[in-house]
């Protein structure tokens, strides 16, 4: 059997078109293509305006660094943070200079749990970042509810949840900025790259001007010029508007290379998310006959899960050793990954000491949970030959 990997990026026919046309129409910064996606991309999300970036840790950096200018944030404002995420949630707080407090999370979700949430605030907290975890969506209502009751902003980490929803509602767009990453192995690529929406004007035009640089204006006839359409304000001032800079931005743009793989990516949505799901669905009834000794992705029917990987946690009281689980499966062939752990990162334990105790269930999730691939590129036969696997290995601890 090859090996069974946890990500996969597929591209077709209508990738290598528009990538072809971005190229024959000898464009190679901004233009129509990432116009297009930005647009089609932050409306699917329900924001009305979206921003392409080089990465999703680029994203997040720019939406921070925007509320720190808008609501003049210090250096002691604290960002809450959950203790389960890709490092890049935390560190773009760092990059802003801002200080970050961790959340615990729930046990179920693997998602920040507003209980803690609610108890970690405290009179420098200006800005919650709630990640949705492996596509699965968080309880926006009691986030959003805490943070109009504190006076809160909120920024959406949307990297492993692109389309995901609650009662219909996309993520994305709850919070006062949402980010996203389309490195490969999430669920729409770009290759590298990164994209920030909200649908508040002036946010999104001081995105637009750190994004590149920190440039006046951020119009797409100025950004995407192309030498036909002309700004009419381009030249109001004694500066050409394009290479005036109204304060110390960052050169975090992408190109119509990048955009062209979005737009048909995101073409390709319904195809992508539906395998996804199916393979999903088939992985969890085949590991039903398991589910007393270890949890799976389940949700409740109004949330619509993105499945960006397949997360399982051995249940309590079992004696599996989360690191023989791991290397049969790797032996197997089957690639795993651990579910983001953060607070023992080697880096953060010198920054802010031994926090574990202070989180039991992430801490707890850290040491018993790790994920497999359940991506569009996968077929029956290597979903029959995973649940397979973990049966054999399962079977011994069965009452
Ligand atoms: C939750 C989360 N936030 C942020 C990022 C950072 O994205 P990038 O690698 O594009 O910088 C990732 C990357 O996987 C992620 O999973």
Known sequence: MDKIGVGYASVTDIEKRYVMDALDNERLSQGKYVNQFEREFARAHGQKYGVMCNSGTSALHLALETLKEVDGW????????PAITFIATSNACLHAGLKVTFVDVEKETYNMD????????SEHTKCII???TFGMPCNMNAIMAIAKKHGLRVIEDCAEAHFAKVNGVSVGSFGDITCFSTYVAHTITTGVGGV?????RHFMEILRSL????RACTCERCIASDGKTVCPKRMQTD????????????SYRVGEIEGALGLAQLERKDEIMGKRHENANYLIQGLEP???????????????????MFPIVIRE??????????????????????MLPLLNQPIYQKLFGDLEPQYPNAAYIDHNGFYVGCHHGLNREQLDYLIDCIGKFLEPYRK
């Open 211 to 214: 994004v590149a640089h920190g």
């Open 130 to 132: 709630p990640v949705h």
């Open 74 to 81: 210090d250096e002691d404002t604290e960002v809450l943070v």
């Open 114 to 121: 507003p209980a803690d949430l609610e108890r970690r605030i």
């Open 239 to 250: 500066l050409d508007r394009r290479f005036c800079f109204e304060r110390i931005g960052y």
């Open 290 to 308: 398991y589910e007393e000794l270890i949890q799976l992705p389940r949700h409740p029917e109004n949330i619509e899960h993105t499945y960006m």
């Open 317 to 338: 009281g079992t004696g599996i050793r989360q690191k023989d689980f791991v290397l049969y499966l790797e032996k197997c062939n089957i690639e795993t990954r651990p």
């Open 196 to 200: 920030v929406c909200t649908s508040d």
